[in-house]
C-alpha cells in the first residue's frame, strides 16, 4: 500500500471493470478510501448487475483497503446524487471523483436512432454532470477536491460513433466548465483521453500503434488526484495517456480573423474568407481517408 492518496475519499464511476476498476483498485492501494460505482451493464449498457461492482470492493478489502459499492446508474439523478451521498454516509466527506461509466451503440449518423443516441449521451455527458453536479456541493463547502472527467480523442469526430463523439466532447467542455467556475472554492478539474486495451477498445476497426493497459491510465488518474496536481495548478486541461505516452491537448482558440468595413455580404464573405481566415484541417480527415485505402486492400488499418 503507498500513501499518494493518504487519507483521501474517491469515487469511481465505472468501476467495475477496464479502467475504471483499475483506477478504483489504484486509488485504493494509494490510501483512499473508494465508492466503487458501476451499474454492472454490457457494452451497449443493457444486462445490469451489482455484482460487478461488489466484486471490485472485495477485491479491495482483500488487499486491505476501504471501500463501499454503489450500483445505481449514474444517467439518472439520483444515481449520481447516491453515489456522492454513499461518500458521506461511509466516510465523512469526499475528495475526488473519476467519471468513467460509458457505452458504445455504433451507428452511421443517418441511420442512428433516438434510442441509440439518447442512452449513449446520457451515460457519458449525463452521468458525468449528474456526479459532478452532487460533488461539487460537498467539495464547495469543504473548500477542497478534484472532479475528473473521461473524454477520448474521438471528441475530434467519428465515422460511426457521433452519439460517443459528441458527448466526450461535451464532457471536455463540462469539465472546462467546472474548473472556472469551481477554482475559488479550491476544486479542480480535469479530464482524461485514456487508450488502452478495454472491452470498448476491443471493437475499435484499426490497428491502435499508441496503446496501453488500463493501470498506465489509472496512474496518471492518482496523479490528478493528488495533493501534487494540485499544488502545481493542473486544471481544466484534457490529457492524453496511451501506455508510455502522456500528452496534453491544446486549448481551444481563434486562428485568424479578418474585419469587415461595413456590414458583411455573401459575396463579400465568398471574396475573402479563403484567403483571409480559411480552414484549419480536421486531423481525422486524413486518418479516415488512410481507412479507407487500407480496407480497399483488405488491410486493418493503423491509427
Same mark, same amino acid.
Given at each position: ?8 475519499? %474517491? ?58 459499492? %454503489? ?233
Amino acid at each position: 500500500m503507498g500513501n499518494f492518496l493518504a487519507g483521501r475519499v %474517491v469515487a469511481v464511476t465505472g468501476a467495475g471493470r477496464g479502467i475504471g476498476r483499475a483506477v478504483a483498485l489504484a486509488a485504493a492501494a494509494e490510501g483512499a478510501r473508494v465508492v466503487v460505482n458501476d451499474y454492472g451493464v454490457s457494452v451497449d449498457g443493457v444486462s445490469p448487475t451489482s455484482e460487478v461492482a461488489e466484486a471490485v470492493v472485495k477485491e479491495i478489502e482483500a488487499a486491505g483497503g476501504e471501500a463501499v459499492a %454503489v450500483a445505481d446508474d449514474v444517467s439518472t439523478m439520483a444515481g449520481g446524487q447516491r453515489v456522492v451521498d454513499a461518500a458521506v454516509s461511509a466516510y465523512g466527506r469526499l475528495d475526488g471523483v473519476v467519471c468513467v461509466a460509458g457505452i458504445l451503440r455504433e451507428r452511421m449518423l443517418f441511420n442512428m436512432t433516438e434510442e441509440e443516441w439518447d442512452p449513449v449521451v446520457a451515460t457519458h455527458l449525463k452521468g458525468t454532470f449528474t456526479v459532478f453536479r452532487a460533488a461539487s456541493a460537498v467539495m464547495r463547502e469543504q473548500r477542497a477536491g478534484t472532479l475528473i472527467g473521461f473524454t477520448s480523442g474521438n471528441h475530434q469526430g467519428s465515422v460511426s460513433q457521433a452519439n460517443y463523439s459528441a458527448a466526450k466532447g461535451g464532457v471536455i467542455s463540462l469539465v472546462r466548465s467546472a474548473a472556472l467556475g469551481l477554482s475559488r472554492y479550491g476544486v479542480t478539474a480535469n479530464a482524461v483521453a485514456p487508450v488502452a486495451r478495454t472491452r470498448m477498445s476491443a471493437n475499435v476497426p484499426m490497428e491502435l500503434t499508441e496503446i496501453g493497459e488500463p493501470e498506465d491510465v489509472a496512474a496518471l488518474v492518482v496523479y490528478l488526484l493528488s495533493d501534487a496536481a494540485r499544488e502545481q495548478g493542473v486544471t481544466g486541461q484534457v490529457y492524453t495517456a496511451a501506455g508510455p505516452k502522456i500528452a496534453v491537448w491544446a486549448q481551444p482558440r481563434e486562428l485568424r480573423a479578418v474585419y469587415a468595413e461595413g456590414p458583411w455580404t455573401p459575396e463579400r464573405i465568398a471574396e475573402v474568407l479563403p484567403g483571409s481566415v480559411g480552414v484549419d484541417p480536421m486531423p481525422m480527415s486524413e486518418r479516415v481517408e488512410a481507412m479507407a485505402r487500407a480496407a480497399a486492400r483488405k488491410e486493418r488499418p493503423n491509427a
